[in-house]
């Protein structure tokens, strides 16, 4: 084997560690930037805060300064009259307050009215979030009634076991004989406080399945629960009512009446009777104690009209402002760096900072650039709404900016937009396309509005005869929308709209 030494020309694309931040920071939500930042402002000691009062100091004009210069040079002869005309008060320094009246000052709390024998120090009062109602949750309503109960403690031990193994809706659904593994309790004890828990309000918690859940809020409305629901006396007795929730849920669910009025044997009537009933029933129990708090989406950027023009406006409120140190700044520039070690680390520390801060102000840049290509493209909706929204895929964005697909997908994936037409996500302007019988081939209509069209239709519906796809196609057809009966079914499906069997009304 003869050894040899070749040389060979290459191209490689390397993903450097800052490169792959840039992408990373490039693409992260407004939250997880915010979170990002600060574990960078935590990490790296070079990076700082800018706080308010600094930048407020920084926007100093040039002519503050000039004007500030030109007072410094000014005679000296004038300052004895300015500081006779001063007042005793003026010419305090708040260097001559005492300690001492400071600290009084800002240890009364003025909150209590200001009286002598009031003030106290403001760590004793709670703070804004503890004194906010906090709702009470599923397991803390059930325990509370469990502890009211008049169940031993033993069997308040049990129930305590299977109060914290409901999930959100109220339900059990982990095997009793897997809940008490590794305890001293029986399943048959389990079993009864079980039943227990289930006479707790809200009633129907603690069921195992759905058909249980209807039956113990049926069993509490008693034997004859449609007289309280003025239905007929006698036309449906709990039975039609318990045989409908026990067996025929699925065929209830596609509205199959007339298949459930020949299973059991009564009339199409009855069985639209007992479906009422079963329609004021609550199928998740929990569902009053869930979590219902709604969290606010911040727009990163906002686009409005100025002066017959769309301007693009980002926004960087919340998001820190960030800085190289002045105080390392100052300790690099002086040569205090210290040992080799420190030096170096400073340094590394230093081009991380300076990365950061550049891959932030880059990242601005591309949002707006791209944000003000969607709204070129886009101009129509937001003139006009979303009747005129035109179909856009990232390719033209792309080609339009000079920028790489992946990118653009990056920038738009969780960024939202605060426009005239409510708050948007980015990726909803980025839609395909159908094609008008009445327009030249190339311009198209947008699916979103295609969609539009369709739940506007299925509102409007006869709910006697709702529109099957093939006539919401046909429809759309007679509007010059070229459209299969297919695409009616696959868009109606990503609008949750069910089909026409079961979006029939019996009255």
Request: net charge negative; aromatic share 6%.
């Amino acid at each position: 084997m003869k050894l040899r030494l070749d040389l060979r020309l290459s191209q490689k694309l390397i993903m450097t560690p800052q490169l792959q931040q840039a992408i990373k920071l490039l693409q992260l939500s407004r939250l997880e930037l915010q979170q990002s930042l600060a574990q960078h402002l935590m990490e790296n000691p070079l990076l700082d805060e800018l706080p308010e009062e600094a930048e407020e100091n920084e926007s100093v004009t040039a002519e503050e300064q000039a004007e500030e210069a030109a007072a410094a040079a000014s005679p000296t002869t004038e300052a004895p009259e300015a500081e006779s005309s001063s007042t005793p008060e003026e010419r305090d320094s708040p260097d001559e307050v005492s300690a001492a009246g400071w600290e009084e000052y800002f240890g009364t709390d003025r909150r209590t009215g200001g009286g002598e024998g009031q003030s106290s120090s403001s760590d004793e009062f709670p703070s804004y979030e503890q004194t906010v109602a906090k709702a009470a949750s599923l397991e803390d309503h059930l325990l509370w009634q469990l502890s009211m109960s008049g169940l031993s403690e033993r069997h308040k031990a049990i129930g305590r076991l299977l109060i914290g193994n409901l999930d959100d809706d109220g339900y059990l659904r982990t095997p009793m004989a897997e809940i008490i593994s590794g305890t001293d309790f029986s399943e048959t004890e389990a079993e009864s406080v079980l039943h227990d828990i289930q006479t707790f309000d809200p009633t129907g918690v603690g069921a195992r399945d759905l058909p249980e859940c209807l039956m113990l809020q049926l069993g509490h409305l008693g034997k004859s629960p449609m007289g309280s629901l003025g239905a007929r006396p006698g036309a449906l007795k709990g039975s039609i009512v318990e045989a409908v929730v026990l067996h025929h849920l699925k065929d209830l669910e596609k509205k199959q009446y007339a298949k459930i009025a020949k299973a059991l044997d009564v009339t199409v009537a009855e069985v639209f009777q007992a479906t009422k009933v079963i329609e004021g029933l609550e199928p998740k129990p929990g569902r009053p104690f869930s979590n219902t708090q709604n969290y606010v989406i911040v727009p990163d950027v906002f686009v409005v009209k100025n002066e017959g023009e769309w301007v693009v406006l980002l926004n960087d409120d919340g998001l820190p402002r960030m800085r190289i140190s002045p105080y390392y700044k100052q300790m690099m520039a002086s040569g205090e760096g210290g040992s080799s070690e420190t030096k170096a680390y400073l340094d590394e520390k230093l081009r991380a900072a300076q990365w950061v801060i550049r891959s932030i102000e880059q990242r601005n840049k591309t949002i707006v650039k791209v944000v003000t290509s969607i709204v070129k493209f886009q101009e129509q909706f937001f003139e006009k709404g979303i009747q005129h929204l035109r179909p856009l895929v990232l390719k033209q964005v792309a080609e339009d900016i000079g920028m790489h697909e992946s990118t653009i997908s990056r920038v738009t994936a969780n960024k939202y937009m605060y426009c005239p037409q409510g708050m948007l996500e980015l990726k909803f302007f980025f839609n395909a396309g159908l094609q008008r019988a009445d327009q030249p081939i190339g311009d198209m209509l947008s699916s979103v509005t295609v969609r539009e069209m369709i739940k506007k239709m299925v509102a409007e519906e006869d709910a006697n005869h709702p529109l099957k796809d093939e006539e919401i196609a046909a429809r759309l057809r007679e509007r010059q929308v070229l459209i299969a009966r297919r695409t009616v079914a696959k868009y109606r499906a990503e609008e949750n709209i069910p089909p026409a069997t079961q979006r029939k009304r019996f009255f």
